[in-house]
């Protein structure tokens, strides 16, 4: 286990399903990120989040909707998703966003298919 | 020109061979830099980050080139567990300060 936990592994949706992935975090950061994979894609930036406050979104479209309770704990809000939504979601977390010279953590990421 | 372009391979090389990756980005104001691993199917993990003098761990050496934006990653005697995607990535400077940026990795096979 990496420290970063995300739920659930894989999803299922169609396109009228309303939906939440989860992710926490165990290490103590205090930034927490949500990429997209997908294929022949390199990773892509959706939202940062930096001492639960958003300081990033990357022009992600308006069916997606994060919220971060705590420095914990972040989730993305799926609704109205399309098939090319289909890819997989990985969370991150690092111990400050923008300063310092490390990386981040990931989850085991959430498979998701959109049908 | 693409914040961090690689290579995408595959690179298919066999046990105990030496293999070198590159990698160029285009904002000169990054400042960190490194090199992630991918199996299949799985999370991206950090395998090293890459410091100007140069690093090295284990089998693996990082190199940075400020002067040409360019990183490499060195892989000596290649191991069947060596097989994985690697990924370049740059901590962004200007509108991306602080967020990682991916390239799209390259792909190592290493065969018996």
């Known amino acids: 286990e990496t420290g970063v936990t995300q739920t659930p592994r894989h999803l299922v949706m169609g396109m009228t399903n309303k939906k939440s992935l989860k992710c926490e975090q165990h290490l103590g950061h205090n930034a927490m990120y949500w990429y997209k994979q997908s294929a022949k894609k390199p990773l892509e930036l959706m939202f940062v989040y930096n001492f639960k406050e958003q300081t990033e979104n990357n022009s992600v479209p308006s069916r997606f909707s994060p919220e971060c309770p705590n420095s914990s704990h972040l989730f993305l809000h799926l609704h109205t998703l399309q098939p090319e939504d289909s890819a997989l979601y990985l969370c991150?977390?690092?111990?400050?966003?923008?300063?310092?010279?490390?990386?981040?953590?990931f989850g085991s990421g959430t498979r998701l298919t959109v049908v | 020109r693409k914040e961090v372009e690689q290579d995408p391979g595959p690179f298919n090389v066999p046990e105990g061979a030496t293999v070198a990756f590159n990698c160029t980005y285009s904002?000169?104001?990054?400042?960190?830099f490194f090199w992630y691993r991918q199996d299949c199917r799985k999370e991206p993990k950090l395998l090293m980050s890459v410091y100007s003098s140069g690093n090295e761990d284990g089998r693996f050496t990082a190199q940075l080139n400020r002067a040409s934006q360019y990183i490499s990653l060195l892989i000596r005697d290649s191991k069947l567990s060596d097989s994985a995607t690697y990924l370049c990535?740059?901590?962004?400077?200007?509108?991306?300060?602080?967020?990682?940026?991916f390239g799209k990795g390259t792909k190592l096979s290493v065969k018996p």
């Open positions: 991150a977390s690092s111990q400050d966003a923008g300063v310092g010279n490390y990386g981040y953590t």
């Open positions: 904002n000169s104001a990054s400042q960190s």
């Open positions: 990535v740059v901590k962004g400077a200007g509108r991306s300060q602080g967020n990682l940026i």
